[in-house]
């Protein structure tokens, strides 16, 4: 019996140039026990990943603003402080980056994401004057969010839902938005390109980045094998 999964997208599910790895459409549409997707990104993103993997839309996006399971939607935050924030930031002088593309934003109910080349002591400085807000680094992007809500407290949402204990999942990430899933998560692993903060928070580090470290957790599993390293 495979345990159910919390999985990070960014850095974890995909290749190194932010593709998503085609061995997650071998792995888990079978998957055989809840997948929740845990994800930094605006809600549409893991909702169409899990719908083109074939499996129910469980989702944790916005690092943990929006949590949608088993067809109910909750907005855990809301955008007031964050656009304040990154306005600030503006008048400031600082630009959030993304080269025009304007879909990384579009859709987010709870937070603002900056690109990473945006000025990160800049935008510290201006979030540390609004309480109850945090920047949060992924290494894709710069979150300005809620102290409220994290992928974590997402997750014993959504195990909650689902009839499930949040310990019984077993969780994989990348990066400082993946801690607190870490913490509430029975197993925890850690690929082999994660940050710091990501690395020492897991139970297991893997010797593998990637998919490739990925896989071999979700193989291991599969198979009913303990994970290699
Ligand atoms: O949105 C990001 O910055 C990273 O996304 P992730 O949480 O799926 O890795
Ligand atoms: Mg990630």
């Given at each position: 019996m495979v345990p159910p999964l919390a999985l990070d997208i960014d850095g974890t599910l995909t290749t190194a140039d932010g593709r998503i790895d085609s061995r997650a459409f071998e792995l888990l549409p079978g998957w055989d026990a809840p997948v929740v997707i845990a994800t930094g990104?605006?809600?549409p993103y893991p909702v169409a990943l899990a719908t083109f993997l074939g499996l129910s839309p469980d989702v944790i996006a916005e690092n943990g603003g929006v949590v949608h399971v088993d067809d109910e939607t909750t907005l855990l935050a809301d955008l007031d402080r964050p656009r304040a924030v990154v306005e600030a930031f503006e008048e400031r002088g600082g630009e959030i980056g993304?080269?025009?593309?304007?879909?990384?934003?579009?859709?987010?109910?709870?937070e603002v994401a900056l690109s990473t080349d945006a000025d990160e002591g800049l935008l510290r400085r201006v979030a540390a004057e609004v309480p109850g807000i945090e920047v949060v680094d992924t290494g894709y992007a710069f979150h300005v969010k809620s102290t409220d809500v994290n992928k974590g407290e997402g997750l014993v949402r959504a195990a909650d839902r689902l009839g499930l204990d949040p310990e019984s999942f077993v969780a994989i990430g990348d990066s400082e938005n993946d801690v607190s899933t870490f913490a509430v998560a029975g197993d925890s692993y850690a690929v082999a390109n994660a940050d710091e903060a990501a690395t020492a928070a897991a139970d297991v580090v893997l010797d593998e980045g990637f998919m490739d470290g990925t896989a071999s957790v979700l193989e291991a599993l599969r198979d009913g094998r303990g994970p290699s390293r």
């Open positions: 990104k605006a809600f993304w080269g025009g593309d304007t879909t990384v934003n579009r859709w987010r109910e709870t």
